[in-house]
């Protein structure tokens, strides 16, 4: 049994790990007195508090409430080092994170049916996933296409057959590209 505690992020209360909660909250501790002279400090402060809370979403679902000590090792590492450059200038901190400098490419995705998002069978959620675009486009696409030539329907029931569905959190993450440790 380990120990859980409940902290907030942005005015959204989130559950950590015991050591999850101590690694975000000296990252953010870091984060403060490195913009103690910033006249923007609580604005930076609290776009940092909100990035940190949107990977924490990534992990979090039906199934899953507590963030891990990994998993906040992961969020923090994917977020990087923050450094206020000219504290007294008012300028933006710079994330020195994994490929910040080099705008590396984002994670891999995976393919999956997404049933718990989709309206039957999940093929098209699964595909606005997969290529990061609104489900409404992606379904009114297929709308249109069958339509018009009646083959996109068969299209459609041959993606429900062979796609894999996304069962496990890890799988949703892959599929959405959110998850960089179980990228394949």
């Given at each position: 049994?380990?120990?859980?505690?409940?902290?907030?992020?942005?005015g959204?209360?989130?559950?950590?790990?015991?050591?999850?909660?101590?690694?975000?909250?000296?990252?953010?501790?870091?984060?403060?007195?490195?913009?103690?002279?910033?006249?923007?400090?609580?604005?930076?402060?609290?776009?940092?508090?909100?990035?940190?809370?949107?990977?924490?979403?990534t992990?979090?679902?039906?199934?899953?409430?507590?963030?891990?000590?990994?998993?906040?090792?992961?969020?923090?590492?994917?977020?990087?080092?923050?450094?206020?450059?000219g504290?007294?200038?008012?300028?933006?901190?710079s994330?020195?994170?994994?490929?910040?400098?080099?705008?590396?490419?984002?994670?891999?995705?995976?393919?999956?049916?997404?049933?718990?998002?989709?309206?039957?069978?999940?093929?098209?959620?699964?595909?606005?996933?997969?290529?990061a675009?609104?489900?409404?486009?992606?379904?009114?696409?297929?709308?249109?296409?069958?339509?018009?030539?009646?083959?996109?329907?068969?299209?459609?029931l041959?993606?429900?057959?062979?796609?894999?569905?996304?069962?496990?959190?890890?799988?949703?993450?892959?599929?959405?590209?959110?998850?960089?440790?179980?990228?394949?």
């Amino acid at each position: 049994m380990r120990k859980v505690i409940i902290g907030s992020l942005n005015g959204n209360a989130y559950q950590f790990e015991e050591g999850a909660f101590r690694a975000i909250k000296a990252y953010l501790d870091a984060a403060a007195a490195g913009a103690a002279g910033n006249a923007d400090r609580r604005e930076l402060l609290t776009d940092l508090e909100q990035a940190i809370a949107d990977k924490c979403d990534t992990y979090l679902g039906k199934h899953r409430n507590v963030i891990s000590d990994e998993e906040a090792r992961q969020i923090l590492s994917e977020m990087g080092a923050v450094e206020f450059a000219g504290a007294d200038s008012g300028t933006r901190p710079s994330c020195a994170g994994p490929g910040a400098a080099t705008g590396a490419a984002p994670h891999s995705r995976r393919l999956y049916r997404i049933p718990a998002e989709g309206m039957m069978g999940g093929v098209c959620a699964g595909l606005a996933d997969y290529f990061a675009v609104d489900v409404v486009w992606v379904r009114l696409t297929y709308l249109v296409l069958a339509f018009c030539t009646g083959v996109w329907f068969f299209v459609w029931l041959a993606q429900l057959i062979i796609t894999p569905k996304a069962i496990t959190d890890e799988e949703l993450a892959v599929a959405q590209g959110t998850h960089a440790a179980y990228g394949r």
